[in-house]
Structure formats: structure tokens, C-alpha cells
């Protein structure tokens, strides 16, 4: 049973390129969230998904950054125009559903380095 | 919002010895607080939750505590070994939409 899968792994972009991270939950899993950890900080929300739905994008900025749950295929955080304050690594976590004490398995990761 | 603090920022223990990490939490609407650990350039990985109607639970050598009163709780690892230093991260979440509010974490060093 393959766990949650994120790629790349590595992403280098040049300021006011785009980003595409790419997750795919767990088997089973329809509930994605995706978490932001930048060096020496802990991990913030960003967004929470269903499949083709936004539940919570409370943590998101307004600005450049958008998420998608499509029907089919993996969930896709999406920073357009990106800024050196965007390197961080970016961490996807599903869940089989949601409410209380559902845990969170957490991918890899994808370590955004913006030049 | 929810707010998670975590004390100590660093803790160092000679092996063998129990290390504690605290945190703190401000949302009294909060009913699940899981525990991960998270090894150099690694996934944060769970090691252990705990509901809100429970008040300890214990797997092998980690326990957590929770204080619902005092909106505080406790990871507990006890007879500590070189592989456990890593980063460990306490989280908090209303189970509304089930969003996580992670604390900074902790960077436990285990001397052999």
C-alpha cells in the first residue's frame, strides 16, 4: 500500500516562473491538505481538499497560490509568479475522511528553491 | 485561530534518560492532538495521538498526557536511545474540518 506520493521532490524556479507540486493521496484517502514549512519553523496550513471541492483555504494566500482536487489524478498546488519568499518545503497529508482524530499521513515533500 | 506552543525549543538528554516536550494550546474547541516526528529532510512521520476524552495513552516507550483544563499537553519518552533525536512536532486540531495547528517543534539530541 503505497503511501502518499508528492513530486518532484526537488523544484528549482527562477523569480516570476511558476510552480506545480503535485500529490497524490494515499489509497483510499479523499481528503488532502497541504502544509507549508519554511527552515526552522513548523509546518502552517494551507488548504484543505476534497475531491473537486475547497473545503479551507484559510491558510493560502490570496495572491498567486491556488489548489485543485480534480476528479481524477493527483492534487496540484499551483504558485504562479514565484518569489524567493515562497522557497520552502511544501508537504501534502491525507486523510481517509475528516472529523475528529482523523490522522494525517504526510508525504515526502517538494523543496521549492526560488532563485 | 487556534495557537500551539512548544517548550522547550531544544532539549538534550543523555541516553537512556526520559525527555519530556510540553505544549500548550489556546482553542478549547481542540480534540485531537497527534505527535510527529520528523528526521533530517524527512516527512513528518506520527508517533502517537490522543482524543480529547482520554486523559493518557501509552505505546512502548512514548506516552502522551492531556490536560484539557489547563490546555496543555505532554509527550513523554522514556529510556531514550540515539535514534529518537530528531525534530518532534505537537499539533492541535478542532476536528472540524480536521486542519492542523502545528507547534514550532522541538529538536530532541540524544548523547550516547
Redesign the interface.
Known sequence: NAGVMQNPRHLVRRRGQEARLRCSPMKGHSHVYWYRQLPEEGLKFMVYLQKENIIDESGMPKERFSAEFPKEGPSILRIQQVVRGDSAAYFCASSRRTGMGETQYFGPGTRLLVL | GENVE?HPSTLSVQEGDSAVIKCTYSDSAS??F?W?KQELG?????II?I?SNVGEKKDQRIAVTLNKTAKHFSLHITETQPEDSAVY?CAA?T?A?????????ITLSVRP
Not at chain 2, 524527512?42 to 506520527?46: D, S
Open positions: 512548544q480534540n485531537y497527534p510527529y524527512k516527512r513528518p512521520q506520527l495521538d482524543r512536532f486540531s476536528g474540518n480536521s486542519k492542523l495547528t502545528f507547534g514550532k517543534g
